[in-house]
């Protein structure tokens, strides 16, 4: 069935998604995708119904939500037993986020650095900018750029080694 662009239930889902969504977070006890998964059956089921719930579909919605909550939890005796990840015969794959908590300790670490010796870092390595380059972008010489680069790639490793980053 598709749903006609000026449809009731269509705008009714445009607008009072993200409030009904938080309803059946708060009836799932704060599992998100259980959440998800409760707001869609709900919605589907709606959806069907459309006709005989015209102009009340919120209140409706809302008692659907309350009730599948309560039946979720009345046949999750009857599911398949789930097992803990830590049990799990393989190790999951690892996403991006441990890219990005690098990405936030270095950035971190970085900020802690003397102003001078963090732009040294940032022109050479982030910028990628040579010594001499780096030298001309700050007003001063190249031996200057090497030293800062050893002392700040120095610092910065102790900073990153210390883990102080990841506990403040």
């Known amino acids: 069935m598709a749903i006609e662009p000026n449809d009731e239930f269509a705008e009714f889902v445009a607008h009072r998604s993200t409030a009904l969504l938080r309803t059946a977070y708060l009836l799932c006890g704060g599992d998100r995708g259980a959440a998800e ?4 059956d709900v919605l589907e089921r709606t959806y069907r119904r459309r006709k005989r719930v015209r102009g009340r579909l919120e ?3 809302r008692a659907a939500l309350a009730n599948a909550s309560a039946n979720r939890w009345r046949h999750r005796s009857r599911r398949v037993a789930e097992s803990p990840l830590d049990q799990a015969a393989e190790p999951g794959v690892h996403g991006p986020e441990g890219d990005v908590l690098d990405r936030d300790q270095l950035a971190r670490a970085l900020g802690l650095l003397p102003a ?4 040294v870092l ?6 990628d900018l040579s010594e001499a380059e780096t030298a001309a972008a700050l007003g001063c010489s190249t031996g200057t750029v090497k030293s800062q680069t050893s002392r700040g790639l120095d610092r910065l490793r102790a900073l990153l080694d210390s883990h102080s980053l990841t506990k403040g």
Do not use: E, N, T
């Open 37 to 40: 998964d409760l707001l869609q």
């Open 59 to 61: 209140p409706y919605v």
């Open 116 to 119: 001078r010796m963090r732009a």
């Open 122 to 127: 940032v022109l050479r390595f982030f910028d």
